[in-house]
């Protein structure tokens, strides 16, 4: 449900309820305890979409198991895994968060939106396994990775994960595995911040109600909002706007009216170098 509280010209509205949406808000919220914030989501229940645990990978992404993070080759050949590594850190910083979260009152119960569980990359294909071993030499080496296993024994794979060897053929096979894996659930973690945020004083969430417009004003932005449920429309001013609504993100970038809104476009989709496993509990 939505927060009992609506924040007419709050310092700050939040467009979507996703984990971008929630971390910023809970971020400037304990950085800046006098801030007035106001979120809008669309849907009738909070992180439906993007960040919903449905319609995201869940391994955290830290670079532990997502091949296309080192999809590029050095000069040498071998597979270049400084974005893993890149991403490994950028993780374990907003673990760092989660954890002030769990400390301090915001989050009850971590085990709600993260456990543990070992991450496993899975290739087939003699180029494949190629690639793999050589990202694996690349990435056990620096100490985040340090616990990476590697493997083409097909008994090990299959003690690792015993599906992937039922029914296939001959062709070559790889597999690494490293049991300092997180599974995440970025939708219940938003929920999670939103509810918080929506206790604090100065702070309200309305589900249902959909951001239509924005508009430059002196004092900062005109949002024109309608609430779908019983078709009112109204504007409320902010000082600052974050647009963090999925796929209704480029529509009101580009009735901001910022620069930063021209030259977005549709990537057209490529399959993944390898196919990639891993593990879940949810």
């Known amino acids: 449900m939505s927060s009992s509280q609506h924040i007419d010209n709050p310092d700050v509205v939040l467009i979507g309820s996703g984990v971008m949406s929630a971390t910023l808000g809970a971020v400037l919220k304990n950085l800046q305890p006098d801030l007035k914030i106001q979120l809008y989501e669309v849907t009738e229940e909070l992180a439906q979409e993007s960040s919903n645990g449905w319609h995201n990978a869940g391994t955290g992404h830290a670079g532990i198991c997502e091949l296309s993070y080192t999809s590029d080759r050095g000069a040498d050949g071998e597979v270049d895994v400084t974005k893993a590594i890149e991403i490994f850190e950028q993780f374990e910083q907003s673990k760092y968060f989660w954890g002030y979260a769990v400390r301090n009152g915001m989050i009850d119960d971590p085990k709600k939106f993260l456990n543990p569980l070992p991450h496993i990359a899975f290739v087939y294909g003699q180029e494949q396994v190629d690639f793999l071993k050589s990202r694996h030499a690349g990435m056990s ?83 024109e909002v309608k609430d779908n449920k019983t078709g009112r429309k109204f504007t409320n001013q902010t000082k600052f706007v974050f647009i963090g609504a999925g796929g209704g993100s480029l529509p009101l970038l580009q009735k901001s009216g910022i620069a930063e809104s021209k030259g977005f476009r549709r990537i057209p989709y490529r399959r993944p170098m390898a196919r990639v496993s891993t593990n879940r509990n949810s």
């Open 141 to 223: 080496a620096h100490h985040f990775f340090s616990s990476m296993e590697y493997t083409d024994d097909r008994e090990t794979i299959r003690d690792w994960a015993p599906l992937l060897l039922a029914g296939r053929d001959d062709t070559p096979i790889a597999a690494t595995k490293m049991d300092r894996g997180t599974d995440v659930n970025f939708g219940a973690l938003s929920e999670l911040l939103v509810e918080w945020l929506g206790q604090q004083d100065g702070c309200g969430y309305a589900l249902r109600h959909r951001v239509t417009d924005l508009t430059r004003t002196p004092e900062g932005w005109a949002v």
